[in-house]
């Protein structure tokens, strides 16, 4: 091995097992990479199914730009495609690749395409930040199998967006890079930082939304609500909150769960407590499908779809709604009878295992 590729594939494992040890790249997630050469590109990866806990300078291979293997043995990252568009857009000496719980959790969140982060002094920490009041946005693309046909999407979105440091992939993790290793090093321990403290304050929002008034929770979640009037053309939005000693309760119960159907969309966010929506395909077009709701999750059933819904057994639940019009929400109901044929069962955190 050349100095440079040994020294590279020696730093790169390092970062692999500091990936690890922080909880950003367990078990054989993640993938590294680092510039040997820009002509001809020679990158130096880290090979396909190792685990990153016991990652060694072996587990690292150079590649050429057509991505063969031209030194040490193993097959390159599955998602070695990526790591090459990411050079030729940006730039980039290194590329980085992690599958935190907190990227997960935001990636999986985002409804508007991306990740906002801006007003953490965290942020000076990426290159070129120079305050705490720039605005990082983050994109999130859809997962995929097929990287190899995603990468010119990549390349389009990275040009599209200059300014990023990096992006996420859907329920997968975050890429970032930098002008070598050190910088892209950097940009991961800076984000997973600040991805885990918005993850953390979100928990907090639903826990301190669970018994704030009103007023305080539309207020709090009002950036999340203004983007869910501009991607759905809602117009206002309120809080329901039902507990087991909400007055005329059975009678409140009896109309939402006995089917029935909307002028508009149903847009729940629950904040506390649980319950089951039951959504019925149409004229028997298919089976029932029972969705059950907990704090933290948003849903939405379409205008004119047929459901109804229940609560859990300890009957409290409290949630933002929002509207097109509070018109458009009077039921309208089915008189099917499909609705009495079933029994909510609300599971919570666990399952039926299949025998």
């Known amino acids: 091995m050349s100095a440079t590729f040994a020294a590279l594939a020696e730093a790169l494992a390092e970062v692999g097992r500091h990936c690890y040890e922080r909880g950003w790249a367990l078990g054989t997630s993640g993938n590294f990479s680092a510039v040997v050469r820009t002509e001809p590109l020679t990158l130096a990866i880290t090979t396909s199914g190792i685990d990153k806990g016991l990652l060694e ?15 040490g043995s193993g097959t390159p990252s599955a998602e070695t495609t990526l790591h090459l568009a990411i050079v030729r857009a940006r730039r980039a000496g290194a590329v980085l690749h992690t599958h935190s719980i907190w990227s997960t959790i935001l990636s999986e969140a985002a409804i508007d395409g991306g990740v906002t982060i801006e ?15 720039h605005r990082e946005r983050l994109p999130v693309i859809e997962n995929t199998q097929d990287w190899t046909a995603a990468a010119p999407e990549i390349e389009t979105m990275l040009q599209k967006h200059p300014e990023t440091h990096g992006f996420l992939i859907r ?6 890079w930098g002008k070598d290793l050190a910088e892209a090093k950097r940009h991961i321990e800076i984000l997973e930082f600040l991805f885990e403290a918005m ?3 979100r928990g907090l929002a639903w826990q301190a939304a669970a018994n704030a008034p009103a007023e305080a929770v539309l207020a709090a979640y009002a950036p999340e609500i203004d983007k869910l009037k501009a991607r759905g053309g809602y117009v206002t939005a309120d809080i329901i909150d039902v507990t087991s000693a909400t007055p005329n309760l059975e009678t409140m119960l009896a109309k939402f769960s006995t089917e029935h159907w909307h002028d508009e969309d149903e847009v729940r966010f629950i904040i506390r407590g649980r319950g089951l929506f039951h959504i019925h395909p149409r004229e028997d077009a298919g089976p029932v499908i029972a969705i059950e709701v907990e704090a933290g999750d948003l849903i939405r059933v379409p205008r004119g779809t047929w459901h109804w ?7 409290d639940i409290r949630a933002i709604r929002l509207f097109q019009d509070k018109a458009g929400w009077t039921p309208h109901y089915t008189e099917s009878g499909v609705d009495k044929g079933f029994q909510p069962l609300c599971l919570g955190p666990t399952y039926i295992p299949l025998r």
């Open 199 to 201: 993850g953390r304050k």
């Open 171 to 176: 329920r997968h993790g975050l890429y970032t």
């Open 57 to 71: 300078p072996k587990h690292i291979v150079e590649i050429d730009d057509q991505q063969r293997v031209t030194r």
């Open 119 to 133: 007003a953490y002094e965290m942020l000076k920490g990426l290159g070129g930040v120079r305050t705490h009041e």
């Open 309 to 315: 819904f229940d609560l859990c057994g300890d009957r």
